[in-house]
């Protein structure tokens, strides 16, 4: 059938005609707001890491690592409630080397963000930014260390590791 | 479990922005499609419609505003909705929907209209990284692909040069796509000198964003022999999903696709698929994509994808031709009807009706998969004649 289709249906438009409005178009623009609860597991998290500590749990049965912090394993579906402090060092497991940002929209300087393996975890990254090094320089297997925001600009939040630098 | 087969398909042609509204595109697909087996929309039992997250369109319940496109009223209706996994999860939805018994004859109608959202429609994925861990970061949508692709080239010790021959492949492909957006003829030179947009990740190794919606009629056995001399059967569906927590495993191999193509394949009763699939349409929405991909659907060994490629075999003339169609890369990528674009690619292939594109040998059995979700969703459809 498909060959025998002489016209194919749909009609492209080009950026001209919406700048010179040759079609018609309505516009909105949303203004919403959210307040999202952290809840128990990740609460704990930013707790810590406003302390300058990175922590996770580790459950009882298959003795794995949940980072972030979690309350349950959702591999053995159970509690879990053993809480364990990790290093602020770790090994780069993948990284970019991005000028684009959140909307495509282009960066002079390029960010570098990276999934970090985080020491005592046994493998289990998180993702971060790397900084204080040439974009061109990073590769996989560098070890780094968190470079925390000063105590009092801290809020209990992901961002109060400004970034983490090459050891 | 009854058998079931695909009777017809119907597509609109890809684009960065259509005049047409979504239910105008889905409206123009699902007719076309339903012309190809000359049914109408009185022989429909019930409608299944993938289309991708409501964040394109901004309406809420977008499927429901869609579905008069989709001739789904007063018919029993549902969205399938797994990111850019749905297009190919639609059609397993069809699949059971029929298998079961509860309905003859079921219309799948696959729809995306992205260019609605400005500035680019990347925006619209703000909201789809964990907003305590990842969001505060100004993360980028790109960023996942480039550690993806990072990680596979460096666990296997693959090069740019190599991945971009798939982005070279595609669009090539794609010039014998009446439907395709971004047809051409590159070089391996071009990629690598195209815009880095996140290293590894450059433009021209990132399918476009497109407007356009896909269709297509599942039948039971008893209606498929009726109304077609040429039915394809539904042989095998899959799906599986894996963590949200990106870094809770290793991105370099794609495990949920092996455990949704294992699913199908067992199902299609296929033991060794890289010899028995005569086509493959991986989800390329990126070009290291078909590889990763193409392991996961175990046509290789891991990080064997590349050498296939390098020497020809995945070429339309090859010994199993991966992404025929043009691929996401090459006739566009709207979303939701991508993996329903690649869908209708194998029914053409295997009846013979895929034109200028049609591969040489008369293949008997295809593999479509797609990717999505939050990067962690692998679909799978295997169709045979």
Redesign the interface.
């Known amino acids: 059938?498909?060959?025998?289709?002489k016209v194919?249906?749909?009609?492209?438009?080009?950026e001209k005609?919406?700048k010179e409005k040759r079609?018609l178009v309505t516009?909105?623009q949303?203004n919403l707001k959210y307040a999202?609860d952290?809840g128990i597991g990740?609460g704990k998290?930013?707790a810590e890491l406003k302390k300058g500590r990175i922590v996770g749990t580790r459950c009882a049965k298959c003795r794995r690592v949940l980072?972030?912090a979690r309350v349950f394993c959702?591999w053995c579906f159970r509690t879990v409630d053993e809480w364990v402090y990790l290093e602020d060092t770790g090994t780069v497991?993948?990284?970019?080397?991005?000028?684009?940002?959140?909307?495509?929209?282009r960066l002079k300087e390029?960010?570098i963000?990276?999934?970090i393996?985080i020491d005592g975890s046994h493998g289990?990254?998180?993702?971060?930014?790397i900084s204080e090094i040439d974009p061109w320089k990073v590769k996989?297997g560098m070890r780094v260390r968190a470079v925390w925001k000063p105590e009092p600009e801290r809020e209990g939040?992901?961002?109060d590791i400004a970034y983490w630098k090459p050891i | 479990m009854r058998k079931v087969a695909v009777v017809g398909a119907g597509m609109t042609k890809f684009m960065r922005r259509a005049q047409e509204t979504g239910k105008e595109l889905a409206w123009q697909a699902a007719g076309m499609a339903l012309d190809s087996c000359e049914l109408t929309l009185k022989d429909v039992d019930c409608v299944v419609m993938g289309t991708a997250p409501d964040a394109f369109d901004m309406i809420h319940m977008k499927a429901e505003y869609l579905s008069d496109g989709a001739g789904a009223w007063r018919k029993p209706y549902m969205r399938g909705f797994l990111g850019g996994g749905t297009g190919v999860f639609v059609a397993n939805q069809a699949w059971y929907h029929v298998a079961s018994g509860l309905f003859d004859v079921c219309l799948v109608v696959a729809e995306e209209k992205m260019s609605s959202c400005l500035p680019h429609p990347q925006g619209a994925f703000v909201t789809c990284w964990d907003q305590f861990t990842e969001s505060p970061l100004g993360t980028s949508l790109l960023w996942f692909f480039a550690w993806e692709m990072n990680r596979y080239m460096t666990a296997h010790g693959i090069t740019e040069r190599e991945i971009a021959q798939v982005s070279v492949k595609n669009k090539k492909n794609a010039l014998d796509h009446p439907c395709a957006q971004l047809p051409a003829e590159i070089t391996v030179d071009d990629v690598m000198n195209s815009e880095v947009m996140a290293w590894p990740v450059k433009r021209l190794d990132v399918s476009p964003t497109s407007d356009g919606a896909v269709a297509l009629v599942f039948a039971s056995e008893e209606v498929a022999k009726r109304i077609t001399d040429k039915p394809v059967w539904v042989e095998g569906v899959g799906w599986c999903l894996d963590t949200m927590y990106i870094g809770q495993r290793d991105l370099y191999y794609p495990k949920y696709v092996e455990y949704a193509a294992r699913m199908a394949y067992d199902m299609a009763g296929i033991k060794d698929p890289r010899a028995e699939i005569d086509i493959a349409e991986p989800y390329d929405p990126f070009s290291y994509k078909e590889l990763h991909h193409a392991e996961g659907l175990l046509l290789c060994d891991k990080g064997e994808a590349v050498k296939l490629l390098v020497n020809g075999e995945t070429q339309r003339t090859g010994r199993q031709p991966w992404c025929p169609s043009g691929g996401a890369l090459g006739v566009g990528n709207a979303i939701a009807a991508t993996g329903t674009m690649k869908v209708a690619e194998i029914f053409w292939q295997l009846r013979g009706e895929a034109g200028k594109r049609q591969v040489p040998g008369k293949p008997r059995k295809g593999v479509a998969q797609a990717w999505g979700d939050e990067m962690q969703v692998g679909t799978v459809i295997v169709l045979g004649v």
Do not use: C, Q
């Open positions: 059938m498909s060959e025998k289709v194919w249906p749909g009609t492209p438009l080009g005609d919406i079609i516009e909105w949303p999202w952290t990740y998290y930013f980072l972030p959702e497991n993948t990284f970019s080397v991005a000028y684009t940002g959140t909307a495509a929209e390029p960010r963000p990276a999934l393996e289990v990254a998180i993702m971060h930014l996989i939040a992901i961002t």
